[in-house]
């Protein structure tokens, strides 16, 4: 049964005040907080590109399972929508040169934003299973440094710089459950790049979250054959703190407190912000079954039931 094995990050130490940057705004604290829900944006350095912050989560993997040599690796995947340069090639292929994996390890990216998690590790599990695989990273990495304008208001607030490398192969700490997935792009011109520049219509955004995600679990649940208290934590993306809010609040069933929402020091790091949660939050927990969600761009969307094998 491949499932996940391990999960490591790369957050950068350096990045801006958000506090400072909400003055810019006019913004207080009580918004910055109370509806962005983030004190801190990491920032890579202007050197580094999209694998860079790849390489240095799988290097602490590496660092953290020494039983884990990189001649193992038989697969890579790069959720990304900033990857290196112009994005060809694909990150995936720098990243495998760049770490000095073998030449038989199977790299390829998955263009998907912040539902790109919950997507990508099921591609990497049925992608393993049907070719026989052994170990897989699935990585993380959407600098949105490189397209936010630091002069709009409505994004440069909200997202951070990070990455992610989610080890998955046979003998699993979690198992993947049930998953649904789901997509409508007549919401494309809410989330979208032009002329290189981020833009976002928020009020839309947030009312998609709002209407979707919650509705999204309930069926997930009905799927699985589980009520909202066989679920012990919702990871849900870290879009902003309102957000979060919201949609716990929206959910109804069971504890609102269940949602965990931690992203003062990392702000929205896009298909990164569930690992990282997973990672921080769910590793030496005693969690026995947690529901995921990730949503945005496309408009995507995808939930799943991970659980303890």
């Known amino acids: 049964m491949i499932g996940i094995k391990s999960i490591a990050s790369y957050v950068p130490s350096a990045g801006i005040d958000n506090y400072a ?20 944006l990491p920032r890579k350095a202007d050197e580094q590109e999209t694998s860079d912050l790849c390489v240095e989560a799988v290097r602490t993997l590496f660092a953290n399972h020494p039983e884990l040599k990189p001649e193992a690796i038989d697969a890579v995947i790069v959720v990304t929508q900033n990857g290196d340069e112009e994005g060809l090639p694909h ?3 720098i990243v495998q040169d760049k770490l000095g994996l073998p030449t038989h390890v199977a790299a390829f990216d998955i263009s998907l934003g912040c539902s790109g998690y919950v997507y990508g590790i099921y591609a990497m599990k049925g992608f393993m299973e049907a070719a026989g695989l052994k170990n897989g990273l699935l990585i993380t990495a959407d600098p949105y440094s490189k397209i936010v304008d630091p002069e ?8 951070g710089d990070a990455a992610t490398v989610t080890w998955m192969g046979e003998a699993p700490v979690w198992a993947l459950g049930k998953a649904k997935f789901g997509t409508d792009g007549s919401g494309a011109p809410h989330l979208k790049v032009s002329d290189g520049t981020f833009f ?14 919650p509705a999204h679990l309930h069926e997930l649940l009905d799927d699985s054959g589980l009520v909202a208290a066989d679920i012990d934590a919702y990871c849900i993306h870290q879009g902003s703190a309102a957000i979060v809010d919201a949609v716990a609040r929206r959910f109804e069933e069971g504890e609102p407190e269940k949602f965990v929402k931690d992203m003062v020091e990392t702000g929205n790091t896009v298909s990164s912000s569930i690992p990282l949660l997973l990672e921080k ?7 026995q079954r947690v529901a995921i969600s990730g949503f945005g761009v496309g408009l995507s969307w995808g939930s799943a039931i991970l659980y303890r094998p």
């Open 21 to 40: 940057q909400g003055a810019r705004f006019g913004k207080d604290e009580s918004f910055i907080i109370g509806k962005i829900g983030s004190a801190f």
């Open 91 to 93: 990150t995936a292929a």
């Open 152 to 159: 709009d208001r409505n994004t440069t607030m909200l997202f």
């Open 200 to 213: 976002m219509n928020g009020r839309q955004v947030f009312n998609f979250a709002l209407i979707k995600v």
């Open 281 to 287: 939050h769910a590793g030496d927990s005693t969690w």
